[in-house]
């Protein structure tokens, strides 16, 4: 696809989610899930710039081992005229072609919220049993831990747990604010300062 | 597809996390600071809390005017 591929960082992954304050719990969610579970979380939000922004997506993508495409966010925006967003389904599309001719291991996973929609929002991908959510954070937790095993202690990798750390990113939050000057995660710098938080939450790399 | 990944590699530690996003210093002394000032805001109203239930007193305030009080009322006795 490309002449020369980035490295892949291994415990990469490329999250594919909607940037939208609506979501924003669920946008914590996989980012305090991840990296509780010693993942590392990449996102468009992190690239800068309208310029070539199709191959930094692309490489983005290629430099995560992992990724994950949440396709809960089947709805029209309010502006006119009214559109759905295709980013989210191009961006699972590029995923999923990378996977394909790449070499490296790589795993893509869906997550959705409603029981057997993608089955009719994109039928290409059938076969393919998407993680439901319920679209409670929660539900993405138990998901990740479906998606994502590791063999340590029971206890550290179970559903409260991730919770704890969930709760205490969100406690970081207004002092992130303060330090970044803006009120809006969905923004690189906050982004970077919320996965290292909730590394530093989950006491990531610690001894366990 | 749903088979999960068995994850072998290893855990990042905050700092290393740190590395692999280029934090910059002054964010880096962020996040170094970010939990320690919680976690020392929380001893000091746990202290104040565990104090508190000791003396009976809801504050500091209180506990102090309780103490001068109590010694007026001894000098006014000797």
């Not at chain 1, 980013?87 to 057997?116: C, H, T, W, Y």
């Not at chain 1, 002092?175 to 909730?198: M, N, V, Y």
Request: charged share 25%.
């Amino acid at each position: 696809m490309r002449a020369r591929e980035p490295k892949v960082a291994f415990n990469a992954v490329f999250l594919n989610i909607p940037y939208d304050e609506k979501f924003r719990r669920l946008y914590l969610a996989y980012i305090s899930g991840l990296v509780h579970l010693g993942l590392q979380p990449r996102a468009t939000l992190e690239i800068s710039g309208a310029e070539n922004r199709l191959d930094k997506i692309v490489t983005l993508i290629q430099s995560c081992r992992y990724s994950i495409h949440d396709l809960s966010w089947v709805k029209l925006d309010g502006p006119p005229p009214r559109t759905p967003r295709f980013n989210m389904p191009f961006e699972l599309g590029l995923a999923m072609a990378i996977e394909r001719i790449d070499r490296a291991q790589r795993k893509s996973f869906v997550f959705e919220a409603v029981n057997r929609r993608l089955a009719k929002s994109l039928s290409d991908l059938s076969g393919i049993d998407p993680h439901i959510h319920d679209r409670a954070i929660e539900g993405v937790m138990r998901e990740l831990g479906n998606a994502f095993v590791r063999r340590v202690s029971y206890r550290r990798l179970s559903v409260p747990a991730m919770m704890k750390t969930y709760r205490a990113v969100l406690r970081s939050i207004p002092e992130i604010d303060r330090q970044t000057g803006s009120t809006d995660l969905f923004r690189a710098r906050p982004f970077r300062l919320l996965c290292i938080a909730a590394g530093k939450a989950a006491g990531v790399g610690a001894s366990r | 597809m749903n088979r999960p990944v068995i994850l072998t590699t290893p855990i990042p530690t905050w700092q290393e996390m740190a590395d692999f996003y280029g934090l910059s210093k002054s964010d880096r002394k962020f996040v170094d600071g970010l939990f320690a000032t919680s976690e020392a805001k929380a001893g000091t109203a746990s202290a104040k809390r565990l104090s508190s239930a000791r003396t009976g007193k809801n504050s500091l305030f209180e506990a102090k005017s309780s103490a001068r009080k109590t010694n007026g009322r001894a000098r006014k006795r000797a």
